[in-house]
């Protein structure tokens, strides 16, 4: 899966997570710029993103993730 | 050995002198005596309770940190260091707050007086258990390496400052802080000293006086009733956050001599606007600790992902997918309610009473979306009411947290509402008011200079405004320390000698 295709289906997760179809992610995507995803949401997008692409983040990544691109590149290790 | 005590002066002093004079190089392992020195003056028990936790931690990072070792084993391992670690601190802090396990620890331990437990306990053994438990968990998720070496592994563990009260720091942080080159600035001795002597001065000026108030009015609240019970509420929170506040600008402070960088622990947390921005603004390291390693792991387990998926089928995606955030809610507040001390006065005070607040406003949520428009909530008076309704909670929390159990909490808050008993004295002078009031006022004006909107922004520092100011430097060390030493309550009759955090 290329870098693209990913991401096509990594919005699909956070449009779905998140309740709006107007969500588009890039590298630079951090949780300031998504108005719901704080500590509460956080775990129920990782849980979403592990099942879309049927890898497992470890608790170490799952907390220490800067952006969306540190997603994508453990994403593109797994797959 | 206190942190606001004129010995532990001389101790900073001591190791400050030997640490620059030693060479570069090997400034940091003048940190091994001094650790060991000051571990000693709390007993030599209290010693050997945190080498053991050291060195089973240390095993157990180097074991379950092994690339090539089975995860079945890996969490074997970090299950039995830590069940170890916790039954260590179980048995030495709970039990000993209820004085049931004195008796048979020593005989466990061959301790022929039995006075060993006095002392282990005001070092506050939680802080650097939960330290050192969470470095066994960055290295069993491979969020670090383990250290192989044992000398640099116990500076870490057994750094004095943040023993007794914390601030909760992360190995990989902490220890590449600890190991990287320390030079003597005068930005460090200017920032240190200061921020020693406003610790000194919230200790010994604020707190102190603050806590003759709640002494009286929880000790006897037949006698005070209505408004006193609510001064001595309000007394409380007053003394709680400038104990341990001003206890954590002590810890930041001498770590500032040091040129070592501890995270804050605090900012401006009265003036939160929501219960849940309190917790990010109140004791903040031990909030995100217990969200990377007791909250997210929680979360993200196979039972509650299982309950998220039945919830949301039931309830619709919306409502469901909260079910699994509200069950780890409670358990996590239950354990942060029993961490402050095992008994239910701190599980409801600390623990679920805030749990309510937040799961309840998280319910209500699409209720106050509708009615935020008509309140007008961007306005001024309406964040005003905001911080004054979340400070009113918190105090709720308090009455529980410092009454003597829960039935006396709950006598506590119907003597508000009692009919007065009369004047009642409190024990300070109107001197005392002048100064604690006009302290307070000092301790406010900092804390709303201080404060940013979004909990997330950097804080501004007062301190920074001596920057390059070497008047005004000395002027703000001479008023804080002649502060101290003229309106310090630590004579005769008062007993300064320990933080609420760090004897709990």
């Known amino acids: 899966m290329t870098r693209e295709e990913i991401y096509v289906k990594l919005n699909e997760v956070f449009q779905d997570v998140f309740d709006d179809e107007d969500i588009v992610v890039n590298d630079d995507t951090t949780a300031d710029d998504i108005e719901d995803w704080d500590s509460l949401e956080h775990i129920n997008l990782i849980v979403a993103v592990e099942r879309a692409f049927g890898i497992k983040f470890s608790m170490g990544e799952t907390t220490s993730m800067k952006n969306v691109g540190a997603m994508v590149d453990i994403i593109s290790e797994r797959i | 050995m206190s942190l606001v005590s004129f010995n532990f002066l001389i101790f900073v002093a001591a190791v400050f002198a030997v640490y620059y004079i030693c060479p570069v190089r090997i400034r940091q392992y003048v940190l091994v005596p001094a650790n060991i020195v000051f571990c000693c003056f709390a007993g030599i028990y209290t010693f050997a309770f945190v080498l053991l936790s050291i060195v089973t931690t240390f095993i157990g990072g180097l074991l379950t940190g092994r690339k090539d070792a089975k995860p079945a084993a890996k969490n074997t391992v970090a299950a039995v260091v830590i069940i170890f670690n916790f039954a260590l601190l179980c048995a030495v802090k709970f039990y000993g707050v209820m004085g049931m396990v004195e008796e048979q620890l020593n005989a466990l331990l061959g301790a022929s007086s039995g006075s060993w437990l006095a002392f282990a306990v005001p070092l506050g053994m939680s802080f650097y258990t939960l330290q050192l ?26 750094y004095f400052p943040y023993l007794t009260s914390g601030p909760m720091n992360r190995y990989d942080v902490l220890s590449a802080e600890i190991a990287r080159e320390h030079r003597l600035s005068l930005a460090n001795i200017r920032t240190g000293i200061i921020r020693i002597c406003w610790g000194f001065f919230k200790k010994l000026i604020i707190a102190e006086r603050a806590g003759v108030i709640v002494n009286a009015v929880y000790g006897d609240h037949g006698i005070y009733t209505g408004g006193y019970v609510v001064l001595g509420v309000f007394a409380f929170a007053i003394q709680l956050y400038a104990d341990f506040s001003g206890c954590m600008d002590v810890v ?66 919306k409502k469901g997918k909260k079910v699994p955030i509200y069950v780890a809610m409670i358990i996590l507040w239950t354990a942060i309610g029993y961490w402050h001390g095992g008994l239910w006065k701190y599980i409801i005070g600390s623990g679920l009473l805030h749990c309510f607040y937040i799961v309840s406003g998280m319910i209500a949520e699409p209720l106050f979306e509708k009615i935020r428009p008509v309140l007008k909530s961007d306005k001024l008076p309406y964040k005003l009411f905001q911080v004054l309704r979340t400070f009113v909670l918190v105090l709720l929390g308090f009455v529980f947290f410092r009454a003597a159990d829960v039935p006396d909490a709950v006598r506590m808050l119907g003597a508000v509402f009692a009919a007065p008993a009369g004047e009642a004295a409190i024990g300070l002078g109107m001197a005392d008011y002048i100064v604690l009031g006009v302290a307070l006022l000092i301790l406010t004006a900092v804390d709303l200079y201080k404060f940013r909107p979004k909990d997330t922004d950097e804080p501004r520092s007062v301190i920074k405004l001596t920057e390059g100011r070497p008047v005004l430097t000395w002027l703000v060390i001479v008023f804080l320390v002649a502060s101290v030493l003229v309106w310090g309550m630590y004579g005769l009759g008062y007993n300064a000698s320990s933080f609420i955090y760090a004897s709990i």
């Open chain 2, 133 to 158: 438990i969470g470095y066994v968990l960055d290295c069993l998720w491979g969020k670090t390496e383990p250290e192989k070496n044992f000398i640099k592994y116990f500076i870490f563990g057994s």
């Open chain 2, 252 to 317: 930041i402070g001498v770590s500032q001599l040091l040129d070592i960088r501890m995270p804050e622990n605090f900012n401006s947390p009265y003036f939160a606007r929501s219960i849940r921005e309190y917790w990010r603004r109140w004791h903040i390291t031990l909030g995100d600790y217990l969200a990377d390693y007791l909250y997210y792991p929680l979360l993200k387990s196979a039972p509650l992902v299982k309950i998220g998926d039945v919830s949301k089928k039931a309830l619709g995606k």
